[in-house]
Structure formats: structure tokens, C-alpha cells
């Protein structure tokens, strides 16, 4: 697969929460600019291009924006990811890096972290007292930690620290869940807890205004006029 105009990408998952073991798969997630005249017609261009082999998802930045404004866990570690796990930074990519607060908004990132959080629990349940899914189920829980624990953070400090402290507690959380699934409740009950009883740091909602003047100049930077 190739996509043109990439922005940003780097290293995300396990990898970058610091918990990848051998054999631990590689993600990656970036962000690439339509040309802008392909914008313009019946059919507009694809929004997101996702492989396996490697794993790499790449989402158009209209797209991204939307999905982060909306406190999605996974994009936004895009524009938070430590230094060394960035593979492309252009200047467009920056900007965005330097704009990353205004995406935040206190109601959706709780709304977006504990709901992924749950998702987890509940595939968890699902799963319970099948031995052939051991390892996945412990892969659940590890992310039920990691979302809990991130979007309190976010919540509450404005800020994300994608690499986590401790990961063999992450490891040892897993292992107990996949043994018995209902040890995870009382993590996710803390955290919701934990949420409503924080006043936060973010505003209620974020400024879809900075979103948007960004795209805008990305659509100009990728608009070339036919003829010149």
C-alpha cells in the first residue's frame, strides 16, 4: 500500500506502552492529506488505508480530527507519542502536536476512555473459562488498566503519558483477569469513581475552531490549481 502525504506516524500499541513482550506485534498509525481537489468530486478519496503484515492503519486528516475530537483513545495517541516513536514528523504534523489541548474535552474523554474500558470488560466476561483464549483475554484486561488509567490522567491533568509505569503490573492485572474475569471490576468501578469525583482540567468541550483552522491550511498546503 502506498499513501502519499503522510503528516505523521509513528509507533503506537504495545510497543509504545512499553509492554511488548517477543513476538509482540508492531502498530503503527499515522495520518496522511488527500490532495484537495480530490476532495471536490462525486466519489471522495478513501479515508482510512489499514494493513496487516506490517500492521498500519493511516487516517485521512479530516477523519482523524473527527475521531479525535470525539476523545478517541487510539488517535490521540498519535499526537503524544514520545519522541523516538515518531518515524514521520513534517511541519503540518507538528502543528498539530502543538495544537493537541484544544482536541480535549472533559465530557467526551470520559465518556470515549470508559467506554472502551468496558468494552474490554465485557469481551472479558465473554470469554471466561475458555482456556484458548487465555492470552487474549489477558490482552483485554492489560488494556482495560492502560484506557482506565490514561484517560484519568487526561482527564485530570490534561495531558497523556503513553508509556506506562509498571508494566509488569499490567502483565500480572492480565493474567489475574483471564484467570477470573471479575477481578477487573473493581479497577474499572475505582475508575469511574475516580471521574466523577474529579473536577478535571479540561474544558467541558474541546475548540473544534483550532481543529479546523489546522485542516483548513493542510487543505490549502495540498490544493494545487489544474493548469499551474
Given at each position: ?7 505523521l506516524s509513528g509507533?503506537?500499541?504495545s510497543?509504545a506502552?512499553?509492554?511488548a513482550?517477543e513476538?509482540s506485534?508492531v ?19 478513501k479515508?482510512?488505508?489499514?494493513t496487516t503484515?506490517?500492521d498500519?492503519?493511516?487516517h ?22 514520545p ?10 504534523g ?22 472502551y ?14 482456556p ?8 483485554h ?7 482506565c ?7 485530570a ?30 479497577l ?39 493548469g499551474?
Amino acid at each position: 500500500m502506498t499513501v502519499t502525504n503522510i503528516l505523521l506516524s509513528g509507533v503506537v500499541g504495545s510497543t509504545a506502552y512499553g509492554l511488548a513482550r517477543e513476538g509482540s506485534d508492531v502498530d503503527r498509525l499515522g495520518m496522511f492529506a488527500a490532495p484537495t481537489e480530490a476532495l471536490h468530486g462525486l466519489h471522495g478519496p478513501k479515508e482510512s488505508h489499514v494493513t496487516t503484515a506490517p500492521d498500519r492503519t493511516l487516517h485521512e486528516a479530516a477523519k482523524w480530527c473527527r475521531l479525535a475530537l470525539g476523545g478517541n483513545p487510539t488517535v490521540m495517541e498519535l499526537v503524544w507519542l514520545p519522541e523516538e516513536l515518531y518515524e514521520v514528523r513534517t511541519p503540518l504534523g507538528d502543528e498539530l502536536i502543538g495544537i493537541r489541548s484544544t482536541l480535549l474535552g472533559a465530557r467526551r474523554v470520559r465518556d470515549a476512555y470508559l467506554g472502551y474500558a468496558t468494552q474490554q470488560f465485557r469481551k472479558l466476561q465473554s470469554r471466561a473459562g475458555d482456556p484458548g483464549t487465555r492470552r487474549r483475554t489477558a490482552k483485554h484486561a492489560r488494556h482495560l488498566k492502560r484506557l482506565c488509567t490514561q484517560g484519568y490522567e487526561l482527564y485530570a491533568t490534561g495531558r497523556l503519558t503513553v508509556r506506562v509505569e509498571d508494566p509488569e503490573s499490567y502483565h500480572a492485572f492480565g493474567e489475574r483477569a483471564a484467570a477470573d474475569p471479575s477481578t477487573a471490576l473493581p479497577l474499572l468501578r475505582h475508575f469511574e469513581e475516580a471521574f466523577d469525583a474529579t473536577p478535571g482540567a479540561l474544558p467541558e468541550q474541546p475548540d473544534e475552531r483550532a481543529a479546523e483552522a489546522w485542516l483548513r491550511r493542510v487543505r490549502r498546503y495540498f490544493y494545487t490549481a489544474e493548469g499551474s
